[in-house]
C-alpha cells in the first residue's frame, strides 16, 4: 500500500458525460501528479501540482482539467468524454517537487470505460 | 526532448534463470531513472531508483540496476527470478527542476514459465 488513495477504483459511463476522479496523496506530500495509462498512448503524463498550484502541463486535453484543494487532494475532470478516453488513470504523489530527489508513489487507479 | 526507450516488449524466462530488462534514454542533461513495477491490475510500484553515486542501484525483491552514462542505459537484472516476478516492467526518467513529471517507457512484460 502506497498510501496513495484513488476513488473511483472503477467507473463506466457513456460518450458525452463528464466525470471526476479523486486522489488523496500521501500524508505530508505536497506534490501531486496525474497520469493516463491506455493501450495506444501508454503511460503518460498529464498535470503536476504542488501546494495546491499548477506546475506543469503535459498530455492533457482542453477537456480535461485538474485542480488540488487546500487540504491537498485533488480530482481530475474529464469532460465531453470519447471512446478514446477509456484508460486507467493513476495519481502519483511525492514529497516536493524539487530537483529530482524524491520519489513518486502511485495509487491504484481508476479505471474509465466510455461505452 | 527527453525519451525513454525499452526495446523489448516482452520477456519469457524459465523460472530461477537471470533476466534483463533493457532501458535506454536520451537527455543532455542529467535524469533521474527509475524502474517501476505493476502486477495485475494493479498500480505502479517503486523497484529502485537511481538519483547520483553509486551506479549499482539495488531495490526491492532482489532486482538490481545499472546506470551506464556513457551508453545511456539503466537496464534492470535479476540473477534469479520467481514465478511471482511476472509483470509489466516500466522504466522512467525525470527531469528534477520544477517539475519531476515522470517520462515512462512502453514497458516490459516478464513472463517467468516454470
Known amino acids: 500500500d502506497s498510501g496513495v488513495t484513488q476513488t473511483p477504483k472503477h467507473l463506466i459511463t457513456a460518450t458525452g458525460q463528464r466525470v471526476t476522479l479523486r486522489c488523496s496523496p500521501r500524508?505530508?506530500?505536497?506534490?501531486v501528479y496525474w497520469y493516463q495509462q491506455s493501450l495506444d498512448q501508454g503511460l503518460q503524463f498529464l498535470i503536476h501540482y504542488y501546494n495546491g498550484e499548477e506546475r506543469a502541463k503535459g498530455n492533457i486535453l482542453e477537456r480535461f482539467s485538474a485542480q488540488q484543494f487546500p487540504d491537498l487532494h485533488s480530482e481530475l475532470n474529464l469532460s465531453s468524454l470519447e471512446l478514446g478516453d477509456s484508460a486507467l488513470y493513476f495519481c502519483a504523489s511525492s514529497v516536493v517537487a524539487g530537483p529530482g530527489t524524491d520519489t513518486q508513489y502511485f495509487g491504484p487507479g481508476t479505471r474509465l470505460t466510455v461505452l | 526532448a527527453q525519451s525513454v526507450t525499452q526495446l523489448d516488449s516482452q520477456v519469457p524466462v524459465f523460472e530461477e534463470a537471470p533476466v534483463e530488462l533493457r532501458c535506454n534514454y536520451s537527455?543532455?542533461?542529467?535524469?533521474?531513472l527509475f524502474w517501476y513495477v505493476q502486477y495485475p491490475n494493479q498500480g505502479l510500484q517503486l523497484l529502485l531508483k537511481y538519483l547520483s553515486g553509486s551506479t549499482l542501484v539495488k531495490g526491492i525483491n532482489g532486482f538490481e540496476a545499472e546506470f551506464n552514462k556513457s551508453q545511456t542505459s539503466f537496464h534492470l537484472r535479476k540473477p534469479s527470478v520467481h514465478i511471482s516476478d511476472t509483470a509489466e516492467y516500466f522504466c522512467?526518467?525525470?527531469?528534477?527542476?520544477?517539475?519531476?513529471?515522470?517520462?515512462f517507457g512502453t514497458g516490459t512484460l516478464l513472463a517467468v514459465q516454470p
Open positions: 537527455s543532455s542533461v542529467s535524469v533521474y
Open positions: 522512467a526518467a525525470a527531469r528534477g527542476g520544477a517539475t519531476n513529471k515522470l517520462i
Open positions: 500524508s505530508g506530500d505536497l506534490s
